[in-house]
Structure formats: C-alpha cells, structure tokens
C-alpha cells in the first residue's frame, strides 16, 4: 500500500536525524573546543608549571591527571577482575548474591559529588591520607568500580563452559582453569572494560577537587601522600576564577588538551580490541 | 590379541534429581582396542563415558552408584583424586574445543599444568602430540598461530593432540565427528583405529555406520539400559537382542 511505504519513508528519515544529531553534537564539541583553544596549544603551554594561577603551562595538571588515573586503575582494576571473577565462577545464586549485586550496581548510581564527599571525610581525614594522589585515585577508584565489576563478571561468564570443561578433562583444578583459561579468553572484554572506565575517571572533577588538591599545584607530587594537580579542577578553577581576559582561552586549552587525552584512550581501546579479535580470527571453528 | 580389562563397570547406575539416567550397566571395556558406545539420543552414552573421567561431578543433582573400575581400582571413590584420574582418562568432546591460544599453546596446556616438562622436552612433546593426531604437517610451520584459525576437523584433531599431549591410558571420544565434514570424519576415523595400538578407546556414536567402520567392539544401549555388548562383527550381523536388531535395521533411531 502506498501509505505504509510512505510511512517508511519518512520513519527512515526520521531516524536517521535521530542518529546524525549524536554524531552532530559530539562534532560540534570538539570543533568548538578546537577552534576556541587551539590557540593556546603551544610547547610552553604543555611543558611549563602554572605561574601565578593564570599564567603559565598545565605540565603539572597533564602528569597528574596521568598519576590519578594510574592509581585509580591500580585499585579498580584488580579488584574488579576479582570480584568479577567470584561473581561469575563461585557466587552461589541466592539473596546474599543478589544484594551483593545491588549494592554494586548501586554504586554506580551515586552522585560523584557524594563520592567526592566519601573521600574527604574517609580517606583524607579518617585514614589520614590528606589531600593527596592516594586519596584521589583510590576515590576515583571507588567511582569507576561498579564498571569494571560489571565488565569483569560479563566478560567471564560470556567464556564458553567448552573451554572450562576441555582444562578441567585435562586435569586441571577450577582455579587453575581460571586463571590460565578463563580470564585469558575473557581479557579481551576486561581490558575494554578497563579502559571504559579510565574513560570516565579521566574527566571526573566533583571527587578530585575534594580529595586530590586545588588543581592549581605547580609542582608534581614526589609520593603518592602529596596533592596532585589535575586537568578538570584546573579547567573549572580558571573558567570561574580567572581574572584575565585569557582566562577562557586557557580553559579552552586545558578542554581540548583533556578531550585529546581522552579520545586518544578511547582509539587505543578501541586498537586493542580489534588485535584481540584479529589474533583470534575464526571465532568456533 | 590382549584381553586385558581395562575399565568395568559394575552395577553402575546413575541419576539427575528423580531421572533415572543409567540403570545398573555392566560392561568390561578391553584394552588396547576400540569400543563404540551406540545408541538413539537420549540412551545415556555420553553421561556414561563423562562417568568414566568423574566430568559428572560437576553436575551437583546428579548421584551415581555402583563401581567404576580403572585398572581394578574404582574411580568414584571419594578419596580418589580426581587430577590423577583425568591425567589417565582423556576426553575429546562433540564440537571441537581448542582453547583461544596458538596451537603451541593449546598443546603445551596439560604437561605445563602436570610439571612434565619445560623448555626443550615440552617442544618434543608438542611434536610427537601433533604427529599422533596426524596434524604435525599441516601445522608444523604456524605453531604460534591461533587454534582458533583451524578447520574444524584440524580443530578436533588438535585437540585429540591435547588429550594425547599428557600421555593417557584410555581416551574418550564423545562423539568426536558429529560437527564434521565427511572428509574431515574420515581422518578421525582412521586416526581411532591407529590410537589403539597405544591407547584404549572408547567412542561414542549414535552413527551407526561409523562404529561399524572403526570399532571392535560395540555396546548398545537404550533408555540407559546395555542391551547388547559384544564384537563389532556379532553385533552387527547376527544381534541377539530383537531390540539391537531393530536399531540396526533403522526400525527407529
């Protein structure tokens, strides 16, 4: 009938203004962005400490957000390939499993401003750690966690039970299987998962702005129990508090210097998961 | 021609919650040669053979009685352990399992896991598995390459590699060419008959033609029941059960 093909006409369109609108903002971003702060790209701009808040480089701000995504991957990472693995291979199905299951999913919901909060009354003032890179990273950690829990436990259940059986006829323990088997097949999913929620801690400012330090240092850390210095807490200081007309332009920098840093992370992940499928090729024969 | 036993069962019965599985089976397998397991789907024969290396100890609802016995010790002890069993009763499944390694890798797996070798004597093992599983020539030069880009009958034969890689006595196959081509089914078959010279194997196969082709001896059951057991030859051309008979015949399948 004419009037359903008509119909399909216009639904196609639709959708595909739906989908050009996504892909549209996320150009418009970066083009902004680029435009607006390639200015202040320079060698100096990148190599050099902050000199008196508004003057200066953001050397300092790029290596630690670095170390604070180093740490936060150093505690999330490991534990949420742990918990993963318990989840998907020795959880038994009951309720303890299931609010355990709440409770981390949970997790993610919370508002990282709250996060934020956690790590200054906990980590920097009840365990003492200050405002430091540890304090930082492992809160940023705490944030990331229900991601790489999550990615973690799918990646390994979605391991087919074949290669389990084909390890365990051969000899090996559960264990043993795990960890020479299963993680190895499930690495591939992990790692992505990993690499997701570097993503978002890269950018995450509510949490370091209360745990890590004013963003502003100009000086790196020397040990993990120092402040750091950080890219989104300087970007959101200088847009705020700058008082020179260059303020802007320098928060357009740091903006474009972060979302670099970012989309970098994201094709590496991305590189990543398509060597793994390349070395795998055929997935079952 | 050795008549040595090499596994029995005795009175071996076996059930999933209330669902009677296997019903009190005895059958003494020989060493030394091939015993074909034949039956319709759902008869038992592949819960049978998976009683033989304790695979069915992962299934929590499931009690088994009787014995097993391996070399005269029974296996379903609780106080056996399980390890030691796996490394003498290898297994090749249905649909072929490398894992997602090279094929060095893959083979390497089972010495690596047991301690039996490293470095040098772990290549030589690789070698000989291969070379015994009629795969060391196609392979010999992409040692390092993924499993996973095999065919599936290289796949499977790899496979029957890594089962042989640990040196077992008896070698399960469950029904090891069902996910194969034709021509890919006539290496296997013709790999079997060679493995018992070595090893004892048990296959399993609801193809008739094939325990016909490759086995000397066969067991037929049905419903969980051994209706008839005896040499491939007896059982094929002159049955004694009507039951047999009529399985053979194609009555039903």
């Known amino acids: ?285 | 021609m050795s008549n040595q036993i090499r596994v029995e069962t005795r009175n071996l019965s076996l059930n999933f919650g209330l669902a009677k599985i296997l019903k009190n089976l005895n059958i003494s397998i020989k060493s030394n040669y091939v015993t074909a397991i034949m039956g319709p789907s759902g008869c038992g024969k592949s819960t049978f053979i998976r009683t033989l290396n304790r695979l069915n100890d992962l299934i929590p609802e499931c009690r088994i009685e009787g014995e097993v016995l391996l070399d005269g010790i029974n296996i379903l002890d609780k106080k056996i352990d399980v390890v030691e069993l796996r490394k003498k009763v290898g297994m090749v499944f249905q649909k072929p399992n490398p894992f997602p390694k090279s094929i060095y890798d893959n083979i390497s797996y089972g010495p690596k896991l047991h301690g039996l070798a490293n470095g040098k004597k772990l290549d030589e093992i690789v070698e000989r598995s291969l070379k015994d599983a009629a795969l060391w020539e196609e392979v010999k030069d992409r040692l390092d390459k993924s499993a996973l880009s095999l065919s599936g009958g290289q796949q499977q034969r790899l496979c029957i590699a890594r089962t042989l890689s640990i040196q077992p006595e008896v070698i399960l196959l469950d029904e090891p060419c069902s996910a194969l081509d034709p021509a890919a089914t006539a290496k296997i078959e013709s790999l079997m008959v060679s493995l018992k010279k070595n090893y004892t194997v048990i296959v399993v196969t609801h193809n008739m033609q094939q325990a016909a082709r490759v086995s000397d001896f066969t067991a037929f059951l049905y419903l969980g029941e051994l209706i008839e057991y005896g040499e491939t030859k007896q059982v094929f051309n002159n049955p004694n059960n009507k039951l047999t008979e009529d399985f053979i015949t194609g009555r039903f399948g």
């Open chain 1, 1 to 285: 009938m004419v009037n359903e093909q008509v119909k399909e006409k216009y639904i196609k369109i639709l959708l595909y203004v739906a989908a050009s609108l996504s892909i549209l903002i996320l150009i418009a971003i970066m083009f902004f962005i680029t435009i607006k702060g390639i200015g202040m790209i320079t060698f100096e701009f990148l190599t050099t400490a902050p000199y008196r808040f508004e003057y200066g480089g953001i050397f300092p701000q790029i290596i630690g957000t670095l170390y604070l995504v180093g740490v936060c991957i150093g505690f999330a990472g490991p534990v949420g390939i742990l918990a993963g693995m318990y989840l998907s291979e020795y959880a038994p199905v009951n309720i303890v499993t299931k609010t355990l299951r709440f409770f981390i999913e949970s997790l993610a919901g919370v508002p990282s401003i709250v996060i934020g909060l956690f790590g200054l009354a906990f980590l920097v003032y009840y365990m003492h750690l200050q405002i430091s890179l540890l304090s930082g990273g492992l809160a940023l950690g705490f944030m990331i966690l229900p991601w790489t829990v999550r990615a973690s436990e799918e990646a390994i259940r979605a391991v087919p039970f074949s290669y389990r059986e084909a390890s365990l006829a051969l000899g090996a323990s559960k264990w043993q299987t795990i960890k020479q088997v299963v993680v190895k097949a499930a690495a591939p999913g992990i790692v992505t998962g990993i690499l997701l929620g570097l993503g978002k801690a890269i950018g995450e400012t509510a949490v370091v702005l209360l745990t890590a330090g004013s963003g502003l240092e100009s000086f790196l850390p020397r040990s993990i129990f120092e402040p750091v210095a950080s890219l989104p807490v300087y970007l959101y200081m200088i847009a705020t508090q700058g008082h020179t007309s260059e303020a802007y332009t320098r928060a357009y920098g740091t903006a474009l210097v972060l979302l670099g840093i970012f989309l970098t992370i994201n094709i590496f992940a991305s590189l990543v998961r398509n060597y793994y499928i390349k070395k795998h090729l055929v997935r079952f024969g």
